[in-house]
């Protein structure tokens, strides 16, 4: 399974963004998608998670400006970043809870793309 990330950059505070991830591989099932984030010196955090069939939940200091969606035909996950912060700077990390056809489940990440939010 891979996961390509894309949408990063560079943006003002109050500015948005638009994270996509798009997932390729065989699996029974892809349970959660979602995204994190890390800064240098610090743990990777999560930002946003679906379950698959569920309701969304968000980091505390994301809920109302940051929107995650997920795609199940295309195997997809976007996350759309408002009225960001420079304390949203951080590389974001696709990330996906796959059921595979032995019924074990493996947890895949992107590579990871930088959001910096700066004047």
């Known amino acids: 399974v891979q996961l390509q990330a894309s949408g990063g950059g560079l943006v003002q505070p109050g500015g948005s963004l638009r994270l996509s991830c798009a997932a390729s591989?065989?699996?029974?099932?892809?349970?959660?998608m979602g995204w994190y984030r890390q800064v240098p010196g610090k743990q990777r955090e999560l930002v946003a998670a679906?379950?698959?069939?569920?309701?969304?939940t968000y980091e505390d200091s994301v809920k109302g400006r940051f929107t995650i969606s997920r795609d199940n035909a295309k195997n997809t996950v976007s996350l759309q970043m408002n009225s960001l912060k420079p304390e949203d700077t951080a590389v974001y990390y696709c990330?996906?809870?796959?059921?595979?056809?032995?019924?074990?489940?493996?947890?895949?990440w992107g590579q990871g793309t930088q959001v910096t939010v700066s004047s």
């Open positions: 990330n996906a809870v796959v059921t595979q056809y032995d019924s074990s489940r493996a947890v895949y």
């Open positions: 591989g065989r699996w029974f099932g892809i349970n959660v």
């Open positions: 679906i379950i698959s069939g569920g309701n969304p």
